[in-house]
Every structure is written in structure tokens, then in C-alpha cells.
Nanobody, 121 residues
Framework: VQLQASGGGLVQAGGSLRLSCAAS????????VGWFRQAPGKEREFVAA????????YYADSVKGRFTISRDNAKNTVYLQMNSLKPEDTAVYYC???????????????WGQGTQVTVSS
């Protein structure tokens, strides 16, 4: 499975961005997909995850109520809608695929290249 993350950019606090994770590969729609982020000098942290069907979603407490993860299996794409952005959301965002939906980065077998999100105050 190959993953391509896109949609990052510079936005003011309170603004919105939508990240996309395009997957390719014969069985890509059967994988759970997670979003993680890593800020400078910090460890990579879990943001959100969605199971293969889209019926189950999970969020980090820090983004719950502001971010929404969804997927369109017909397009082999997972989205992360980010609203009410805060400066502390600034990070490189990565999407990853796993056989099981989980918040543990080590359980994900495939990773995209990352997209930068910068939120100015």
C-alpha cells in the first residue's frame, strides 16, 4: 500500500484545513487508516483513526470535537477535516495504514510522506 498525504498549509488560528490521504494498492480499502502528527522537538502523536468501513472512528482528546476523520473507499481516500485550528496543532501530519484500527504508531505498516500544517496566532 502506498500513501500520499496532501492538503497542508498555513492558516490562522480558528481556521480550517482538510487533509487528504490517497491510497494505492489492490487491497488499500481494506486497511484502517490513522493520522499522526509530529511537531519540532516532540514525539509523533496519534491524532485520529478510522476503520476500513468508516463506521468506527477514534480521536485524541486534544482534537476531539474539532477534527473529523472520514473515508471514501470508492476514491481510496481518507480525509481529516480540521476546524478551529490552534497554534499547538502546528506539525507535520502523516497518514498511515494498518490491518487493525489502533492509536499505536508501531502497529501501522505503511506511512505516507507527511504534509506540513502551520497555524499562526
Amino acid at each position: 500500500v502506498q500513501l500520499q498525504a496532501s492538503g497542508g498549509g498555513l492558516v490562522q488560528a480558528g481556521g480550517s484545513l482538510r487533509l487528504s490521504c490517497a491510497a494505492s494498492g489492490r487491497t488499500s480499502s481494506s486497511y484502517a487508516v490513522g493520522w499522526f502528527r509530529q511537531a519540532p522537538g516532540k514525539e509523533r502523536e496519534f491524532v485520529a483513526a478510522i476503520n476500513w468501513s468508516g463506521q468506527s472512528t477514534y480521536y485524541a482528546d486534544s482534537v476531539k470535537g474539532r477534527f473529523t476523520i472520514s473515508r471514501d473507499n470508492a476514491k481510496n481516500t481518507v480525509y481529516l477535516q480540521m476546524n478551529s485550528l490552534k497554534p499547538e496543532d502546528t506539525a507535520v501530519y502523516y497518514c498511515a495504514a494498518s490491518a487493525l484500527v489502533t492509536n499505536r504508531a508501531r502497529e501501522y505498516d505503511y506511512w505516507g510522506q507527511g504534509t506540513q500544517v502551520t497555524v499562526s496566532s
